[in-house]
């Protein structure tokens, strides 16, 4: 499987992953259970944004800069992590799902940007040996974050 076909694998899991936290959280009635869930989101983010990142967006770091993307990818990060963050800190249940839902919001929109974006531009500017070999290195980098524990 080349990185792309992984990665959108993977994205697929994670829109079913918004799909539900979208239906969830307006029915959970504790500041807990909504950390808890977003705990969950944060998570699996960080893994799949970690190996992205390191893996595809750093061989695209200039065609990415010369379509003016590369900060707004960046941004986008910072504002999913700040908003889930957050959710550690309010006391009102109100305030905790706005945060939750406005993190999947801002998710599914950065996830579809990657889509439209990055990995058109991979397919295009990256050879496809590179591309399978790029798939080859995030089964060994999931699998070393997996024993890190
Ligand atoms: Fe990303
Ligand atoms: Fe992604």
Request: charged residues 30%; neutral net charge.
């Amino acid at each position: 499987m080349t990185i792309i076909q992984t990665l959108a694998a993977e994205h697929v899991v994670f829109h079913n992953v918004f799909d539900h936290i979208e239906q969830a959280t307006p029915k959970l009635r504790t500041v807990a259970e909504v950390r808890a869930l977003a705990g969950l989101l944060e998570a699996l983010l960080k893994v799949h944004s970690r190996i992205e990142d390191h893996l595809l967006m750093e061989p695209l770091e200039p065609n990415l800069i010369q379509l003016g993307q590369h900060e707004n990818f960046h941004a986008e990060h910072e504002q999913i992590d700040a908003d889930l963050a957050a959710i550690t800190k309010v006391r009102r249940v109100t305030d905790a799902r706005k945060l939750l839902l406005g993190a999947v919001l801002a998710s599914r929109k950065h996830f579809d940007k990657e889509e439209r974006i990055v990995f058109p531009l991979a397919r295009r500017l990256l050879a496809a040996k590179t591309l399978t070999a790029l798939g080859k290195r995030w089964r060994e980098e999931r699998q070393a974050i997996a024993t890190e524990g």
